[in-house]
């Protein structure tokens, strides 16, 4: 109703649902993702959280969601660091050694994943495709606060409802550098250094006891691929390669992938 | 009860004509006019002449949208307020989202945006207000643009809209010149003598400082009109040497 719109009212029906959720979509800034206006379709009377409660009991059919990971992300004088490791784990299966965990946004923008792959994988590519969109309609890239601002919005629009995601979204924009830590309870910190998944404690270790603002670039690589070499030997759900990349002035650049179990073996002289 | 016929309809030779007498109604309001400097945006409104009674303080032309964005308009001024409050919530929402304030360019677009989906809808009419929409970009940029009932925005570099914008642009085209509008005066200047050509009373807002109180705006009208004056005598003095 003409009437009903433009004063704000909104008259609750399922009917009524369609047409808002179109009027969502054309709109230019139809940022608003939730349990109102979903992105996908949910039959009526589901509830998520009671359903994902039921898989994970000991007894009966459980299905494990892959939490395993260890990701890390740094900021120093020359831009940010992005490091993670691969292993895919299904409770005591792992599923693949060569996981690509981190999503390359566009040229200028890395998100990580960590938690469960599919939720990880499904949301930012979402924010992937929001980020081309916000730029074909603006004539510039998005901002790194902006992009991390969107993912945080879809993740509170569906809190409580299951979802495990814990990312860093790293970039450089008009602003500089830019680094924030985003996950699905819908906690968005912007900061120095992250660390997300179970091997995270092994790798803040690493890292904080090397961290210095002015590393050289060769110096930042190696800590950040000793962090994750150091998690993935420790912690029994993260492994296989190290996949580093550097965020640059003018982009990112992957900078190497390197098996641990080689790197392990390189720095193996002064552990026990 | 739902409205489900259209107001704004095609007709045979491809017009719409709800949308024209939107635009007839945008002549009847009164002058505002833009000019876009090298570090100045410039919006100055004709002052309608209140009733006696009337507090002309509380007759406000001329809005801010957000810090740096302003907006004036020409038509009904109803319609102007519903405009007005939802670009304010936009320009916040924006902030919120994106942690940057709105470029002109975007808010622009999101009116401009607001008033085409008036010219589609069942049960509606298209909003009859031009508007004037000026501010720096969080760059640095300065920028002016004009949206009209239709939904379409351009960006311009001095612009009117109302009562005798016709004179007014015109007055535009022929004494804009680029190299003036590197100096903020003359900027100034020239949409002050833009409007004298159509209104003496005036109320001005340059963007960098501020809003021009009306003894400032008097000043200026005074040094132009003496300006004009010498100009006049000038000429006066050549004709009668050269006759």
């Not at chain 2, 489900?4 to 491809?14: E, Q």
């Not at chain 2, 300065?142 to 009117?160: E, V």
Request: contains cysteine; glycine residues 8%; charged residues 25%.
């Amino acid at each position: 109703m003409a009437l009903a719109e433009v004063s704000g009212y909104s008259s609750v029906s399922g009917f009524g649902l369609f047409s808002r959720q179109a009027h969502f979509v054309d709109g230019p800034n139809h940022y608003s993702f939730g349990v109102k206006s979903q992105e996908f379709a949910v039959p009526v009377g589901v509830d998520p959280s009671t359903f994902l409660q039921s898989c994970s009991c000991e007894d009966g059919i459980s299905i494990d969601m892959n939490h395993g990971t260890t990701t890390l992300a740094f900021k120093f004088r020359h831009g940010v660091i992005v490091a993670v490791d691969s292993r895919a784990s299904a409770g005591n299966y792992i599923d693949t050694k060569e996981a690509n965990k981190v999503i390359e946004i566009n040229p200028y923008l890395l998100g990580t994943m960590s938690g469960s792959a599919a939720d990880c994988q499904y949301w930012e590519r979402l924010l992937a495709k929001e980020c081309r969109l916000y730029q074909l309609r603006n004539g510039q890239r998005i901002s790194v606060s902006a992009a991390s601002k969107l993912l945080s919005n879809m993740m509170i629009g569906y809190r409580g409802m299951g979802l495990s995601m814990g990312s860093m979204i790293c970039g450089w924009d008009k602003k500089g550098p830019g680094l924030y830590y985003v996950d699905s309870e819908g906690t968005r910190l912007s900061g120095w250094m992250f660390s997300t998944g179970c091997g995270n404690s092994y790798a803040y270790g690493v890292v904080d006891a090397g961290y210095r603002e002015d590393l050289t670039v060769e110096e930042a690589y190696e800590l950040g691929r000793r962090g994750i070499a150091h998690a993935t030997h420790r912690d029994a759900y993260s492994g296989g390669v190290v996949n580093l990349y550097h965020m640059q002035e003018d982009g990112w650049i992957k900078v190497c992938k390197e098996d641990v179990s080689e790197l392990i073996h390189r720095y193996r002289k002064g552990m026990f | 009860m739902s409205y489900d016929r259209a107001i704004t309809v095609f007709s045979p030779d491809g017009h719409l004509f709800q949308v024209e007498y939107a635009q007839e109604a945008v002549k009847k309001g009164s002058t505002a006019v833009g000019v876009r400097g090298k570090n100045i945006v410039i919006l100055g409104v004709e002052k309608k002449s209140a009733a006696m009674l009337q507090d002309d303080r509380t007759v406000r032309k001329i809005c801010a949208l957000d810090d740096n964005v302003f907006m004036a308009f020409a038509g009904l001024t109803a319609d102007a307020r519903i405009i007005i409050n939802r670009a304010r919530v936009e320009c916040q929402s924006h902030r919120l989202t994106v942690e940057d304030p709105v470029t002109i360019e975007y808010i622009t677009r999101y009116i401009s945006s607001m008033k085409q989906r008036y010219t589609q809808s069942n049960g509606r009419r298209p909003f009859g207000i031009s508007a004037l929409i000026v501010g720096f970009d969080f760059d640095g940029t300065p920028n002016l643009y004009q949206t009209d009932p239709s939904g379409t925005y351009h960006a311009w570099k001095a612009n009117a809209i109302g009562r005798s914008a016709k004179t007014v642009r015109e007055f535009l085209e022929k004494n804009y010149k680029e190299e003036d509008m590197e100096s903020d005066e003359l900027a100034i200047k020239l949409a002050v003598r833009a409007l004298l050509e159509v209104y003496i009373h005036t109320q001005y807002q340059p963007l960098t400082s501020g809003i021009l109180e009306p003894a400032e705006v008097e000043n200026i009208v005074a040094a132009i009109e003496k300006e004009k004056e010498e100009a006049d005598k000038k000429k006066k003095a050549t004709a009668s040497a050269s006759t």
